[in-house]
């Protein structure tokens, strides 16, 4: 089993920033990736950003956050991380951090990541 705890969340003005962090606990070792996730009101959940968990550390963006979102690991702390810069209303919706032994053609796909955590609110 694998537990993740977000945090970070918050309001914000449309230009700035947050980081979120999602600290990892349990049985990581099975997750060839983490992900960020996020569900906005009235929207499906769709994938942010991910990363390999392995050597070199792929990462992933959706096309909407690309240039603007960056996803990190800290390995050593087992700690996820979301930098978001400019901030758009677009943006609002609950993040949720995720971990799972994924397929590599579909890095960004809710249903193949098998942990969740309980996600934290961003509002812009």
């Known amino acids: 089993q694998v537990q993740l705890v977000e945090s970070g969340g918050g309001s914000v003005q449309a230009g700035g920033s947050l980081r979120l962090s999602c600290a990892a606990s349990?049985?990581?070792?099975?997750?060839?990736?983490m992900g960020w996730f996020r569900q906005g009101p009235g929207k499906e959940r769709e994938g942010v950003a991910s990363?390999?968990?392995?050597?070199?550390?792929?990462?992933h963006y959706a096309d909407s956050v690309r240039g603007r979102f960056t996803i990190s690991r800290d390995n050593a702390n087992n700690t996820l991380y979301l930098q978001m810069n400019s901030l758009n209303p677009e943006d609002t919706a609950m993040y949720y951090c995720?971990?799972?032994?994924?397929?590599?053609?579909?890095?960004?796909?809710?249903?193949?990541?098998?942990?969740w955590g309980q996600g934290t609110q961003v509002r812009c």
């Open positions: 990363i390999y968990t392995g050597s070199g550390g792929m990462r």
């Open positions: 995720a971990a799972g032994a994924i397929r590599w053609s579909l890095p960004l796909r809710p249903d193949e990541y098998n942990y």
């Open positions: 349990g049985d990581t070792y099975g997750s060839n990736y």
